[in-house]
């Protein structure tokens, strides 16, 4: 049972009478714990729903579209608290971060509902047999995983989590019952790599046609690391090795499934300084989100938008700033240097932030803080605004991950501040805007 905490004027829930404060109990005699109950129970078009006020228990009914919303909104997003995780991963990002952030930073999710929904990776650890029947009676799909190793021994030991070697059973039932699956490995140096990246990629295949894609990570490591499993860095020629390997793998896989399955994200071609693989490579960027291919996906956008460069004023004076992380620093430099090229009144000037805050084997732009930002930037002429990518900010694009707002960061360099999505055609037009 979930409490109603308002509901829609006018909505088809409150023309049958509901109000804040009244407790959801069933719809169609299904109980009601979650988002993913609610929004599956919901579908049908003749709903009723169980409702508890005060001493009352009573039942109404709601005709509507199939897939039509009714009006009701809860006290949290999944109306229910966050699962967390229960693992102790030697590579964990979060254990690795300063004292003194915002809590919430701290906590570490790892909630099948949130895989679904919004496509945050899960460790299955937290999942039991009820879970993974739920979740195929709902068909959720796709569920995306972070596997890491499919040698149950070593998954143990990465993710110091007893369970973490037979969760991966749950694999072969969300398969076989046609759940589609998106994997992750993080490859820690010297634990999960070699042999043992060969042996889980090799594996995995066992789950096609179910399985979507397999983005393939380094570790990130902070100067935080205190107390923690040692790990280090990759060199280049050591990435580069690791594309050699993935690719090779994946080369087998096309010609065998019609799908390379298995891509390495871009930061491993920006350590090994490789050129990125071409638009094709990435079969419609299956693992976008994971940071693969966001760089070729970004230039294909760009070269398509600039067909149209006509369509803007070219002649008109402009002058602003943009700020990136070290390892998108070269790309983004291209970009503009191409667009001043036919824009002669583009006043642009491109600055890498160093990450003082988390230490700089973090070059990511997604992990640059408004901190170094303002230290690094201050004093500099930034132009009429200063151009950041929106992975710099949480999800409500309100503030830094060091929790300094976007509003303090524009005062305190005397600059307004535009934030851009990591879309070609949108960085054209919020420069040359």
Do not use: W
């Not at 160093?354 to 070059?363: C, Q, S, V």
């Amino acid at each position: 049972m979930v409490t109603i905490s308002s509901v829609e004027p006018s909505s088809p829930a409150a023309k049958v009478g509901l109000r804040a404060g009244d407790i959801l109990i069933s719809i169609n005699g299904q109980n009601i714990n979650d988002v993913l109950d609610y929004r599956f129970y919901l579908t049908e078009s003749r709903v009723t729903l169980t409702i508890h006020r005060g001493p009352e228990l009573f039942d109404v009914s709601i005709k509507k579209g199939e897939y039509d919303d009714i009006g009701l909104e809860f006290e949290t997003y999944l109306m229910d608290n966050k699962h967390s995780c229960r693992n102790k991963c030697i590579f964990c990002f979060i254990d690795q971060l300063p004292r003194g952030m915002r809590d919430t930073l701290y906590f570490k999710d790892d909630d099948s509902r949130l895989s679904f929904l919004m496509g945050n990776y899960i460790t299955l650890t937290n999942l039991d047999d009820a879970d993974i029947d739920r979740i195929i009676k709902m068909h959720t799909s796709p569920i995306n995983i972070s596997v890491h190793t499919t040698n149950p021994e070593l998954r143990v030991r990465m993710m110091k989590n007893k369970r973490a070697g037979e969760v991966l059973s749950y694999m072969k039932r969300f398969a076989d019952a046609g759940i589609s699956l998106n994997c992750q490995i993080v490859l820690c140096k010297g634990v999960n790599d070699g042999a043992e990246l060969d042996r889980t990629m090799r594996d995995l295949t066992s789950y096609v046609p179910s399985l979507l894609g397999v983005a393939i990570v380094p570790a990130g490591l902070t100067d935080h690391r205190d107390g923690l499993f040692k790990l280090e860095p990759y060199t280049p020629d050591e990435a580069g090795r690791i594309i050699d390997q993935v690719d090779a793998f994946a080369a087998e896989c096309l010609e065998k499934y019609d799908s390379r399955l298995f891509f390495c994200a871009d930061e491993f071609y920006l350590k090994a300084g490789r050129e990125l693989p071409d638009d094709d490579y990435y079969e419609g960027y299956p693992q976008l989100e994971d940071g693969v291919g966001m760089i070729r996906s970004m230039q294909t956008e760009f070269d398509d938008e600039l067909e149209y460069i006509s369509d803007y004023d070219l002649n008109k004076p402009r002058s602003l700033s943009i700020a990136t992380g070290y390892a998108a620093y070269d790309f983004i430099s291209s970009l503009v240097a191409r667009l001043k090229a036919v824009s002669p009144n583009l006043d642009c000037e491109v600055y890498r932030i160093r990450n003082d805050f988390f230490g700089h084997n973090i070059t990511v732009a997604g992990l640059v803080t408004g901190r170094d930002i303002v230290s690094q930037l201050d004093g500099h002429t930034l132009g009429d605004r200063l151009l950041i990518p929106s992975v710099m900010l949480r999800h409500e694009r309100d503030r830094f991950l060091d929790d300094l707002t976007t509003d303090e960061l524009s005062k305190r360099l005397g600059v307004k501040l535009v934030t851009v999505e990591s879309n070609g055609a949108e960085f054209i037009e919020k420069m040359l805007y």
